[in-house]
């Protein structure tokens, strides 16, 4: 024979998430390209003198998972060493955030910014016991009277920090919040500590950027993760001048930049797909098209291999989220306030017209849109929105899809499926705050939150990410979270009538996740001709328990025909 394959896999539970999850046995891997999917007699011609030859013992082949929402460098630098681990279950109450926080103040130069991340009051004894009790600059202030705090949330849609941290960015009662953010106060108009949405710009303003080393170094440590993950595509949600007021401009140009140096380095062990970010929070329409004009005309592609990093679109912040009340909904939440869209305007009306100039234009300029929205009144307004837009422009396959979805109506799931529009959910994020929901949206719009059974039945196609560093990009516990619809506190269902099956939610992290990227033509399954994207899981996926999934250990990882990760030869 000519060519020989590099890899064959045999005896293994082949899941190829073809049309019709067939099932093989054995599969070959030729110059980073699946050359044939069968049983043993299929791919045993093609084993040569250097093939290497894995036998599998019934373990699972998987094509490589696609995390359609991750942040890469953000994620990066919210885990130690560049930032405190402020998350369940490293901490589980206010005094261990204090504890943290002072032992960091023993050791580093006086003055020093200290950053954390992970706090969330759904796991912080103090605040679940009176839900009133939030987190404030006096927990802080009590350990840290000099040093500046900086702690963020999980979701990245609130910031916690002292005393010092608030004299430093020159905030205090007369300071007005940006348009789209929050700058709590207590009953006597004082600062409490909690920035939210838009005014955590306040706080980027005032921190030493990363730099490109730092930025490195937080990527890099991504990558090393989702390879061990069996990660091998994501989307970095938002890259660009709007991101660099954002978590110390991890979401900024300069990210991007960053990217395209390890991308020409051969560094990348993982397809990096990006939406650009005009704008941040509160936005407004000529902002938005200004920016994405100069963006366009700078080349923001550059010369990178597509296959590799691709720049597939624009995102836009709709609204804000649930725990904050600033996700915009239909019915008030428990306690008042309905939230509101987080683009420019002073009205509903107004701010309705900002964020359908941005979709138009953006759609009528050629770009995909991925559009945050986690109301349900903000799910129906984008909807239309796009749906508005590809009728006063149409355009063959333009793949706009909402971001996170968390309530989408039926009236949305119509229309994004009329138009073959897409809903990037998040099980992990689902998993995390079922029963935290509650109390700002009730126990019955708390249970539907991301319907994932009711979008697959009315034909919206539905991709799957972790939004990291909101939370771990475990696809395994995703998986496992859209089978059970449990809860990470309690472990209670929530809303088992939005479970789906296992076939169907690996499709959302493979094929319908590379939907999301224009690539299910040459990536998503393992089907002969596409690209050898691959992770094996100890163990029989399709018979397993769906408790055990998050503990099935991930055993290789396979990346464009390269192993990036490899227990098997340890």
């Known amino acids: ?294 963006l366009a005309d700078t080349g923001a592609s550059g010369d990178a291999d597509p296959r590799l990093l691709a720049m597939h679109g624009v995102k836009i912040f709709g609204d804000g989220i649930v725990p904050n009340k600033t996700a915009w909904m239909h019915e008030p939440y428990v306690g008042g306030g309905c939230g509101s869209l987080c683009v420019g305007g002073e009205t509903d009306d107004e701010r309705t017209a900002e964020i359908g100039a941005m979709i138009r234009h953006a759609h009528a300029a050629g770009y995909q849109l991925g559009v945050h929205v986690t109301g349900d009144r903000a799910g129906d307004t984008v909807a239309e929105a796009f749906a508005a837009a590809v009728t006063e422009h149409p355009r063959a396959d333009a793949r706009h899809y909402v971001i996170h979805g968390d309530f989408l109506t039926a009236h949305s799931m119509k229309l994004l499926a009329a138009h073959d529009f897409g809903v990037n959910m998040n099980p992990t994020i689902k998993w995390t705050v079922a029963d935290m929901e509650e109390e700002f949206v009730g126990t019955g719009r708390a249970a539907y939150a991301w319907p994932y059974r009711d979008a697959l039945d009315a034909g919206v196609r539905v991709a799957s990410g972790s939004d990291a560093p909101v939370t771990y990009p475990d696809w395994r516990q995703g998986v496992a979270t859209m089978m059970l619809r449990e809860s990470k506190a309690t472990g209670r269902v929530s809303g088992p009538e939005q479970c789906i099956g296992l076939a169907e939610a690996i499709r959302t992290y493979t094929i319908d996740a590379a939907w999301q990227d224009f690539a299910d033509d040459w990536k998503g399954s393992l089907e002969p001709g596409k690209v050898a994207d691959l992770c094996v899981l100890d163990g029989d996926l399709l018979t397993a328990d769906p408790h055990d999934i998050p503990e099935l250990p991930v055993l290789l990882t396979v990346m464009d025909g390269r192993v990036v990760h490899d227990t098997l030869r340890d």
């Open 1 to 294: 024979m000519d060519t020989y394959a590099d890899l064959v896999f045999l005896d293994g539970r082949v899941v190829t998430v073809d049309a019709e999850f067939s099932v093989a046995s054995a599969l070959a891997v030729t110059g980073g390209i699946i050359s044939a999917v069968g049983g043993r007699d299929d791919v045993a011609p093609l084993v040569g003198p250097d093939t290497r030859v894995v036998d599998l013992r019934g373990a699972t082949l998987l094509p490589g998972i696609n995390d359609s929402h991750l942040h890469g460098c953000a994620f990066g630098m919210a885990t130690p060493p560049l930032s405190l681990d402020v998350a369940h279950p490293a901490v589980s109450s206010l005094t261990d955030v204090a504890d943290v926080v002072r032992e960091t103040v023993g050791r580093v130069p006086g003055g020093q910014w200290i950053t954390g991340h992970g706090w969330d009051t759904g796991y912080l004894d103090e605040c679940v016991a009176d839900p009133s009790r939030q987190p404030s600059l006096h927990d802080l202030d009590a350990v840290s009277p000099d040093h500046p705090v900086v702690l963020y949330s999980f979701s990245g849609h609130a910031t916690w920090v002292n005393s010092k941290a608030l004299e430093l960015m020159g905030i205090d009662r007369h300071t007005v919040a940006p348009p789209g953010g929050a700058i709590v106060v207590d009953e006597a108009g004082e600062p409490t500590g909690l920035l939210h949405e838009g005014a955590q710009a306040l706080v980027q303003n005032a921190l030493p950027a990363l730099d490109r080393q730092e930025r490195t170094d937080a990527i890099r440590s991504t990558l090393a993760t989702l390879a061990r993950l069996g990660v091998t595509s994501y989307t970095e949600p938002g890259l660009g001048p709007g991101g660099d007021g954002i978590m110390r401009g991890a979401l900024g140009g300069e990210t991007l930049d960053v990217y395209r140096r390890l991308h020409a380095d051969g560094e990348l062990t993982a397809r990096v797909g990006v939406l650009l970010l005009p704008t941040g929070m509160a936005g407004t329409a000529e902002e938005f098209v200004r920016t994405l004009t100069a």
